[in-house]
């Protein structure tokens, strides 16, 4: 019998502040009618000047840390395409915070929203070759788009840490995966900017490709057909888009669609992320925490999962919830952590959205705002200042 390999614990964990979409309706005249019901987002979660990947990181996974200790852990896989350094990785920060032990290795992994995936993938390598060791996955993304721009309203910004080890306690991931890779420029963010450049409707038909793609494939592996699973966690950039993406797969596999179908498959999966928005790698696994804090006993069912990395790299793979999952759950604190957000209003959030230090990397310090436990204090020759508050 193969091992039983999987997700253990799952914590999570976002910015500071939140602004409605409707004060952005408000700003830029837009109806609200198409941000609620047109993209299905209602708020989005604003990083404090202090806060970021690395903060964020270490948020969600100091709680998986007191829970199981870090004896186990040897590597902390961190995945993001907000990164704060060319060379050296987030992770190195976060392992630096949360006292993780000095025998670990650390890695940053990136490929757009797809990063995470990946890294659970990896993990679940290491631990088949050492069922002993437990892997820590971070995805840790802030997403921004340029002010006043089509993207802006799907901006979001969310942490999701994952143990991932033998005899899961919440998901065993199965085989096969279905895998997709095809270069095309529907999202990409050069080195020299902090926002994302995006062609809108060229991404949303990059995504519904991949989707197709990584099925396919996933079928040709002997994978289970679409009546087998529960429910289906996709990628949301915008939750409406788990909505477009399971229709496009129904149809694909030539499915008469009823609009009740699709919301039971996904509808679940969407309540963190549509007042959080995207949070790029850590937006599938949102999905998933959605998932299993509301859905009624899941218990031995088959979730589909359809990761999507514009560039673009997808993957769909399947995991059965396992026994006692429910005892293991965080829904307290998830909730906790979407609702402690302050309001900030349309003025403030603009001027987050402006702030940076100076390039000159000299000492800067950053205001005091974040009421989270970890915090981006400053920088200062060139190095970036994290402490515990
Ligand atoms: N009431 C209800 N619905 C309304 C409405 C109203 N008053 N007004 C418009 N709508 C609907 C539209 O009909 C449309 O719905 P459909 O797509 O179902 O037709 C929806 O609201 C959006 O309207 P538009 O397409 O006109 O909106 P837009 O031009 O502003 O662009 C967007 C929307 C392309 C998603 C844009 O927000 C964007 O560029 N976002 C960033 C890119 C992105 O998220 N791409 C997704 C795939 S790529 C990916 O997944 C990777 C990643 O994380 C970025």
Same mark, same amino acid.
């Given at each position: ?9 799952? #914590? ?16 830029? +005249? ?5 941000? %609620?019901?047109?993209? *299905?987002?209602?708020?989005? #979660? ?7 990947? !690395? ?12 829970? %199981? /200790? ?8 961190? =995945? ?15 392992? #630096? ?5 000095? =025998? ?32 820590? &996955? ?10 006043? #721009?089509?993207?802006?309203? @799907?901006? /979001?910004? =969310? ?22 890779? &095809?270069? &095309? ?9 902090? @926002? ?26 002997? /994978? ?38 699709? @919301? ?5 999966? @969407? ?5 959080? +928005? ?10 998933? =925490? ?13 979730? +589909? ?15 059965? &919830? !396992?026994? +006692? ?46 009421? *989270? ?8 020759? %060139? ?7």
């Amino acid at each position: 019998m193969p091992l039983a390999i999987g997700i253990h614990d799952l #914590s999570f964990a976002t910015g500071e502040f939140v602004l409605p979409h409707t004060a952005l309706a408000a700003h830029n +005249g837009t109806e609200i009618g198409k941000y %609620h019901a047109g993209i *299905g987002q209602e708020s989005m #979660s604003v990083p404090a000047a202090d806060e970021d990947i !690395v903060t964020l990181a270490a948020t969600a996974a100091a709680p998986i840390v007191a829970r %199981h /200790g870090s004896d186990r852990i040897r590597t902390v896989v961190l =995945a993001t395409e907000s990164s704060i350094d060319q060379a050296k990785s987030a992770g190195v920060y976060v392992h #630096s915070l949360l006292g993780l032990p000095s =025998a670990t290795r650390v890695v940053e992994l990136k490929q757009a929203c797809y990063g995470a995936t990946a890294g659970l993938q990896f993990a679940i390598g290491l631990v088949q070759r050492d069922p002993a060791q437990q892997v820590l &996955v971070i995805a840790s993304d802030v997403s921004k788009y340029d002010l006043d #721009s089509p993207g802006e309203a @799907t901006q /979001g910004a =969310a942490a999701v840490a994952m143990l991932v080890g033998a005899d899961p306690g919440l998901v065993r991931i199965e085989d096969p995966s279905g895998l997709f890779t &095809v270069d &095309v420029m529907d999202f990409w963010r050069p080195n020299y900017r902090t @926002t994302a450049l995006v062609d809108g409707q060229e991404s949303i038909g990059a995504y519904l490709q991949a989707v197709e793609g990584a099925w396919k494939d996933y079928s040709e592996r002997g /994978g289970h057909s679409l009546e087998q699973f529960a429910a289906f966690c996709y990628h949301q950039p915008f939750t409406k888009m788990a909505h477009k993406a399971h229709r496009h797969l129904l149809n694909y596999c030539s499915h008469d669609i009823h609009h009740d179908d699709v @919301t039971r498959a996904v509808g679940r999966t @969407t309540a963190y992320n549509r007042v959080i +928005g995207n949070s790029y790698t850590a937006s599938v696994y949102l999905g998933l =925490a959605a998932l299993l804090d509301q859905a009624d006993d899941l218990t031995g069912e088959r979730i +589909g999962f359809l990761s999507y990395g514009s560039g673009s790299v997808a993957e769909f793979f399947g995991g059965i &919830v !396992v026994a +006692g999952y429910r005892d293991r759950l965080r829904t307290a604190a998830n909730i906790e952590a979407v609702s402690r957000r302050r309001p900030i209003d349309y003025a403030g959030y603009r001027e987050l959205h402006e702030w940076a230090f100076p390039a000159d990397g000299g000492d800067h310090s950053t205001p005091q705002q974040t009421t *989270g436990p970890f915090r981006l204090s400053g920088i200062s020759g %060139h190095k970036r200042l994290y402490r515990a508050c």
